[in-house]
């Protein structure tokens, strides 16, 4: 019967309840429910004919029971099943030959060696007061917090689950430490009027039960089919040269990921083969110590220092141990490198960045930093527009549009530049002469006697004039601040000795900046 109406499925139990014919129906909805399988060998013939099927009910619960009645089932059918007390309902999740494969991977055992048994297909009335009491789950799960909370009980109730003919409730709870809950079971029977049955669960399958999306960006797989869980340490993660950070190595449980022990045994074979080092290896080129290990590719990388990478060389691990035996008999390697490993090409890694569980840690990134550095650019851009008037600036500028082969513009450059540097000066002159008769008549001779010697420092015979570096100051620079210095004590002195005093004071300076 097809419904013609969408119907949210119902998560915990991987069904919908459907009301649109005359009686209330219910229809299995594949892969919306905790632990979901393919029956991989449904297509394939049955090769060993059982009456064993695999029943799941809410969340990560499943058990098996046997077929008495002959009915004929098959996968995706909700039926009526024995319970204690009463019957519950659940739906059909494997047949055939994987119920055996099944029962084998999660160790299950039946009761006094007897299994449960199948009653009936569900009726319309089973489903309608299944549904019932489906509604009263989420209640009696907030009401029985309150009251935990009131009795001061150090514990977590995190799902309540009905039986399907509301004569039962299962109630999970997570404690750190043991709980007496002999007076809570009192208090829930005489407020839920319904037999209460205490199950203890731990991080992980309160985990699975809630479901949820890993760091990887698949489902938990504690939802989808982890039904055991094995004990993680910390020493999978240091046997796989992991990061020991909490934060990365711990799953939305709080506890360490289970996946830390997929790879834990093949890296644990691995290292049985790499030999301990204790010492460094011994060559007559000097010590080697060890660096790091890569028990996958087999090989071993090897420093000349022991506090910085230098010489960094890998090495096979066959190779490492021939050393060791040479080390051992007293004597030294002629090389690190044997003829075998001379040949090998060590192919690239890119774990510093694709595999590095610290990528998205990093705030900047290749944009950020691409943008850093055409801000920088523009940056720097914008100085060299501002400093246009500098005397390097027309420099540079000349410097870039010079052409590679051609001498002549390098030459009419080098013939400007004594005018542009006297140009210059006469302008800074220009604007001191305020500060004196005596700063007037010094600045006006050592222009003079500037102008005489700038074409004498002029280079001839075609070479090129050295250009002071930045941060340095040139020769005319440093006895244009010499003069300045001069004149100011000419200044101060001007008021107490004679005109011929100052005189000679002049003619000193223009002397000595004739020398220069």
């Not at 299944?130 to 977590?156: C, D, P, V, Y």
């Not at 051609?406 to 009419?412: F, L, S, V, W």
Request: net charge neutral; with cysteine.
């Amino acid at each position: 019967m097809s419904c013609c109406k969408k119907h949210i499925p119902e998560m915990g139990r991987g069904c919908t309840f459907c009301d649109c014919g005359d009686e209330i129906e219910a229809i299995a909805t594949e892969g919306c429910y905790k632990l979901h399988e393919t029956n991989w060998l449904e297509e394939y013939p049955v090769n060993i004919p059982t009456d064993i099927f695999e029943v799941r009910f809410k969340n990560t619960r499943r058990s098996y029971f046997q077929n008495v009645n002959n009915l004929d089932l098959k996968r995706g059918d909700i039926v009526a099943v024995e319970a204690q007390p009463g019957h519950d309902i659940g739906i059909i999740s494997l047949t055939g030959d994987m119920v055996a494969k099944q029962m084998r991977r999660v160790g299950f055992n039946p009761h006094n060696g007897e299994f449960k048994k199948i009653y009936r297909k569900a009726r319309p009335y089973d489903i309608e007061r299944w549904q019932e009491a489906i509604a009263l789950e989420h209640e009696t799960m907030i009401a029985s917090r309150q009251i935990a909370a009131e009795m001061g009980l150090n514990m977590k109730i995190g799902d309540v689950e009905y039986q399907g003919d509301k004569m039962k409730a299962i109630f999970y709870y997570i404690a750190d430490e043991r709980v007496d809950f002999r007076e809570l079971i009192k208090v829930f029977a005489e407020r839920f009027h319904i037999r209460i049955e205490m199950k203890q669960i731990g991080a992980r399958q309160e985990a699975g039960r809630i479901g949820g999306i890993g760091a990887c960006g698949r489902e938990l797989c504690c939802a989808s089919w982890m039904s055991s869980f094995s004990s993680v340490t910390t020493n999978a993660a240091r046997m796989q040269e992991i990061s020991l950070n909490p934060q990365k190595l711990a799953g939305q449980c709080s506890k360490l990921k289970c996946c830390l022990m997929y790879e834990y045994d093949v890296y644990a074979d691995a290292r049985r083969t790499i030999p301990r080092l204790r010492e460094p290896l011994q060559t007559m080129d000097g010590e080697y110590y060890l660096i790091k290990v890569d028990p996958l590719a087999g090989t071993m990388s090897f420093s000349s220092s022991k506090n910085t990478i230098s010489n960094f060389t890998t090495l096979s691990i066959a190779r490492v141990k021939e050393i060791l035996a040479i080390n051992r008999a007293g004597e030294k390697a002629d090389t690190l490198l044997g003829s075998a490993d001379e040949n090998v090409v060590v192919e690239p890694t890119f774990r510093s960045e694709e595999d590095s569980i610290t990528r998205f840690d990093q705030k900047g990134g290749k944009r950020n930093r691409k943008n850093k550095r055409n801000r920088g650019e523009r940056g720097a851009q914008s100085e060299t527009k501002a400093n246009t008037e500098s005397t390097e600036a027309p420099k540079s500028e000349a410097s870039e549009a010079e052409p590679q082969g051609n001498n002549e513009p390098r030459e009419q450059r080098e013939a400007r530049e004594p005018r542009e540097r006297r140009r210059e000066q006469r302008r800074h002159n220009h604007h001191k002469g305020e500060r004196g008769d005596n700063e007037r008549r010094n600045s006006g001779n050592e222009e003079r006697s500037a102008e005489h010697s700038a074409p004498q420092s002029a280079p001839q015979g075609g070479q090129q004039q050295e250009k002071p570096q930045d941060g340095q100051q040139s020769d005319g620079q440093q006895g244009e601040a010499r003069r300045e210095r001069r004149g100011r004590n000419n200044h101060r002195r001007g008021h107490r000795r004679d005109g011929q005093h100052r005189g000679g004071e002049e003619h000193k300076a223009n002397g000595g900046d004739g020398e220069k």
